[in-house]
């Protein structure tokens, strides 16, 4: 127990505050970005304050102290992991030390339309100390200062003018951020709503990003200070705030079964351009599992395996394994969704059904246990996190993929490492 709670504290906090470390030197002649990116992959492998974890940390502050400024976004990058738990793509940034990157990068990514993921993953980091709550010593108030402003320039200049959906669910998660510092700041503020209405005027209707925004200034306007009535709530539903969002959710979710009228709202909403409010949505039929699964089921399985947002699939992933009995009879419909070449998933949407389908295996028969195996070790690696689930739901008859969870934690980092050592496999040899 003690080995898995350090295992979970890190992904918020243990990489800045593991210690000092013994400086190690650094190999010599090696690459400075490769000797970083090296370090930091052997600390997300070791035990946080072990000796390994340790070493590496000492040979990363080596490798980035000597590195030269115009080098550090390269690296950054580098470390950026879309797929890792919260808090570690911070931790790689908070490795840099405060205010690490020259503001004109920072511009140049936010700029650059064409940038590739991971520095997507790397600019939602960074935004990421914007936040209210984010640690201080992250990032300077003026800095802070300078990313909002620059933010809201860059949302200013490209009102009018059509951006591709990723540059659409970027500017979401950005503005997201700021805003929960910055919304109200009587120095940033006004700049930011101004530019963020002129961008939704002059959206085209399908732009998600676009969409949220009326809501955002509305609640910017009119802040809400307690969820305790039914059109609050629903207001509360496009918070940019999750937590917000969340406890929305949760009112509804005790307020829709006494009021089918509202109910309806709520499932009209599964049509939203919103996708944080879309996801919002069905978080309450989570909450509402009583309220007419023979409606509700049925949505909540269209919208998994057919909304392109991914919030939206992971929340419909949620309320469908919270009504796991009523949709018990859904095996077949999840896996043809999984097998269909017509309309392959994409390695998100195959995670979210992998993981209703672990919810719901035992009411799988043979034949489909065979193929939910066969799916979750050919997704193994890149829908990770629904083929583990998967493959500890199925237990012993998922025995042909022990060489195969056996290759993924010797290669893998703690955490992954960790979850098949520790459940997955147990699981499985019982």
Same mark, same amino acid.
């Given at each position: 127990m003690r080995r898995l709670a350090r295992t979970i504290a890190v992904a918020c906090a243990a990489f800045a505050a593991a210690?000092?470390?013994?400086?190690?030197?650094?190999?010599?002649?090696?690459? =400075?970005?490769?000797?970083?990116?090296?370090?930091?992959?052997?600390?997300?492998?070791?035990?946080?304050?072990?000796?390994?974890?340790?070493? %590496?940390?000492?040979?990363?502050?080596?490798?980035?102290?000597? /590195?030269?400024?115009?080098?550090?976004?390269?690296?950054?990058?580098?470390? /950026?992991?879309?797929?890792?738990?919260?808090?570690?793509? %911070?931790?790689?940034?908070e490795q840099f030390g405060r205010d690490p990157f020259p503001i004109t990068d920072i511009q140049r990514l936010l700029w650059d339309a064409q940038r590739p993921y991971a520095q997507r993953v790397l600019l939602k980091a960074y935004y990421g100390f914007c936040r209210a709550e984010a640690k201080a010593s992250s990032l300077s108030e003026e800095t802070q200062g300078q990313l909002v402003?620059?933010?809201?320039q860059r949302i200013d200049n490209l009102a009018g003018t059509p951006i591709h959906y990723g540059e659409q669910r970027l500017f979401v998660h950005l503005c997201s951020d700021v805003l929960t510092k910055f919304g109200t700041s009587a120095q940033y503020g006004p700049a930011l709503t101004q530019a963020l209405r002129n961008y939704a005027e002059k959206a085209q209707k399908t732009d998600c990003f676009a969409a949220a925004i009326p809501a955002w200034?509305?609640?910017?306007?009119?802040?809400?200070?307690?969820?305790?009535?039914? *059109?609050?709530?629903?207001r509360a539903l496009g918070h940019w705030e999750p937590l917000s969002r969340l406890?929305?959710?949760?009112?509804?979710?005790?307020?829709?079964?006494?009021?089918?009228?509202?109910?309806?709202?709520?499932?009209?909403?599964?049509?939203? =351009?919103?996708? !944080?409010?879309?996801?919002?949505?069905?978080?309450?039929?989570?909450?509402?599992?009583?309220?007419?699964?023979?409606?509700?089921? =049925?949505?909540?399985?269209?919208?998994?395996?057919?909304?392109? *947002?991914?919030i939206v699939q992971e929340a419909a992933a949620k309320a469908l394994i919270a009504r796991s009995e009523q949709a018990a009879g859904q095996v077949?419909?999840?896996?043809?969704?999984?097998?269909?070449?017509?309309?392959?998933?994409?390695?998100?949407?195959?995670?979210?059904?992998?993981?209703?389908?672990?919810?719901?295996?035992?009411?799988?028969?043979?034949?489909?246990?065979?193929?939910?195996?066969?799916? %979750?070790?050919?997704?193994? !690696?890149?829908?990770?996190? *629904?083929?583990?689930?998967?493959?500890? %739901?199925?237990?012993?008859?998922?025995?042909?993929?022990?060489?195969?969870?056996?290759?993924?934690?010797?290669?893998?980092?703690?955490?992954?490492?960790?979850r098949i050592e520790r459940h997955v496999l147990p699981a499985i040899q019982r």
């Open positions: 210690g000092t470390a013994r400086q190690a030197p650094a190999v010599p002649g090696a690459d =400075p970005v490769a000797e970083a990116v090296g370090q930091w992959r052997q600390m997300r492998r070791a035990e946080v304050a072990s000796a390994e974890f340790l070493a %590496a940390k000492g040979r990363l502050a080596v490798a980035l102290g000597t /590195m030269p400024v115009t080098r550090r976004l390269e690296a950054a990058t580098s470390m /950026m992991d879309r797929d890792a738990p919260p808090g570690v793509n %911070a931790a790689a940034v402003a620059m933010l809201a200034l509305d609640l910017i306007q009119s802040p809400i200070t307690s969820i305790d009535n039914f *059109g609050t709530a629903v406890r929305a959710a949760a009112y509804l979710g005790e307020y829709i079964p006494n009021d089918d009228k509202a109910a309806q709202v709520l499932l009209a909403m599964l049509r939203d =351009p919103r996708h !944080e409010a879309r996801a919002a949505a069905v978080q309450v039929f989570a909450f509402a599992k009583g309220y007419r699964p023979e409606d509700t089921v =049925p949505k909540l399985l269209a919208t998994l395996t057919h909304d392109s *947002g991914v077949g419909l999840l896996l043809e969704a999984l097998t269909d070449p017509s309309r392959p998933p994409k390695r998100k949407r195959t995670t979210s059904i992998l993981r209703v389908l672990a919810a719901l295996v035992k009411s799988a028969t043979d034949e489909q246990k065979t193929l939910i195996l066969r799916i %979750a070790r050919l997704r193994l !690696e890149s829908s990770t996190d *629904g083929a583990l689930a998967a493959l500890q %739901a199925l237990g012993p008859a998922a025995k042909p993929a022990v060489p195969d969870l056996q290759a993924l934690a010797a290669k893998s980092d703690r955490y992954i490492a960790d």
